[in-house]
């Protein structure tokens, strides 16, 4: 058996080819017009994105345009490039872009008052920060090291948002069997009123990355924001397994009537090994309780014959947008890839637990999504096909789409607005 870690670089090798060298504050290289990212300053009007280019080390750029509807949406001439492989993560009107293999830096960006993107403060970090979430005022970054192998603390740093200062770190182990050579490995930070919830999958501590309790979903709670090293208590439900899918950042959203909603997968295609027998579904915590409503479960593979959640995010209404695979027959890890297009659009009412498909979006492939922008009832999303790829901007309550610009590189990461 593979490690994940291993695949994954399988996958992402190339990008790092050329990272050191790159620079983190504004793009590098000649004068060629043709080469991306070669000027030294984006403006932070518009649309910001997150652009993954394609070619020999898919460099990424902080980029913006105001148009994102029509045309075509590149890097060439603009752009603030990266350093490596990326996780993005917007609070307020500031963007966290953070390192993930050759760059152990997380930098926070945001308009300097001129209209100009500025990087607003830097800092290092041991272990690559893995999971984000944020304060409900959204003046603090929560910001997580996962180790990938051994018995260590998950170390959650404290970042304020305007400063990008690190106000402080806890450490914590969540939950981990030195019997059985478990550990967690966190796919949410969520925090409600004076609770962190961090739900999580149990895996293997040799960093192999496989899931030997894949039927149960899990979530331990913190108190918040004084939080301790353990936590309160960890609740469980059986009725399906691990919430969430590694490296997505949205296994547990909060809805406007302030009941939390998890989501489980169980997928091969997203890494789970073995892949759980319990149905993929959507369990929900009332506001201002901190178990498991048994009344409630939303079974996603009955109500999609046999499709399973693989992503989804809050887009307001009650209703999340969210991500089917419609099969699971492309090995394992696949869905992180370019050879299997089987991801389906759609928005799902959490409360009537209804599962409408986004029409005009094809089935596509999508290996990561920061958290999604939402505007006068819309909400825009990067949709990657086998000869193309082009923003798509859906309409929640209608649950229909239209295409945009294309995209002259891999995927979008993410849009953002930091005005």
Not at 198 to 217: C, S
Not at 357 to 377: F, I, T
Not at 385 to 413: F, M, P, S, W
């Amino acid at each position: 058996m593979k490690r994940k870690y291993q695949i994954h670089h399988k996958l992402t090798i190339y990008l790092f080819a050329l990272g050191l060298g790159g620079c983190l504050l504004s793009a590098c290289g000649d004068d060629d017009p043709d080469e991306p990212g070669t000027t030294t300053s984006t403006a932070s009007s518009g649309f910001v994105m997150s652009l993954k280019t394609t070619g020999g080390d898919e460099t990424e750029f902080i980029i913006s345009q105001d148009d994102i509807m029509s045309g075509e949406i590149s890097a060439v001439g603009t752009g603030i490039e990266q350093t490596g492989w990326r996780f993005f993560y917007p609070v307020g009107e500031t963007l966290f872009s953070s390192g993930f293999s050759v760059d152990n830096q997380m930098a926070g960006y945001g308009d300097d008052g001129a209209g100009r993107i500025t990087l607003k403060g830097e800092f290092i970090f041991e272990n690559a920060l893995e999971m984000f979430g944020k304060s409900d005022d959204e003046q603090t970054l929560l910001a997580m090291e996962i180790p990938r192998s051994g018995f260590a603390n998950r170390r959650l740093h404290f970042v304020d948002v305007n400063t990008v200062f690190v106000r402080k770190i806890i450490g914590t182990r969540i939950f981990e069997s030195t019997t059985d050579s478990l550990v967690a490995w966190p796919t949410a930070l969520q925090v409600r009123d004076d609770k962190l919830f961090i739900p999580f999958h149990v895996l293997d501590a040799g960093g192999f990355f496989t899931t030997p309790q894949p039927d149960t979903a899990y979530i331990a709670i913190y108190s918040y924001p004084e939080m301790g090293t353990e936590p309160e208590k960890i609740i469980k439900d059986a009725r399906t397994g691990n919430i969430g899918v590694n490296g997505f950042t949205t296994g547990l959203i909060e809805a406007d009537n302030g009941d939390l909603y998890s989501f489980s997968c169980g997928a091969e295609m997203a890494g789970f090994n073995p892949t759980s027998t319990k149905p993929s579904g959507i369990l929900r915590i009332p506001h201002g309780e901190t178990d498991f409503d048994p009344s409630y479960f939303f079974n996603v593979e009955a109500a999609t014959s046999g499709g399973k959640l693989i992503w989804f995010d809050y887009v307001g209404g009650n209703k999340a947008i969210a991500r089917i695979l419609v099969d699971d027959s492309g090995g394992i890890w696949s869905a992180f890839g370019r050879d299997v297009f089987n991801q389906q659009l759609v928005i799902i009412d959490l409360v009537d637990q209804t599962i409408t498909e986004v029409a005009n979006v094809p089935l596509h492939a999508k290996r990561y999504s920061s958290p999604v922008l939402v505007e006068d009832g819309k909400v825009y999303v990067s949709i990657e096909t086998a000869t193309e790829a082009h923003v798509y901007q859906v309409d929640i309550d209608n649950a229909t789409a239209v295409q945009g610009a294309r995209i002259l590189g891999k995927t979008i990461k993410g849009f953002y607005r930091l005005q």
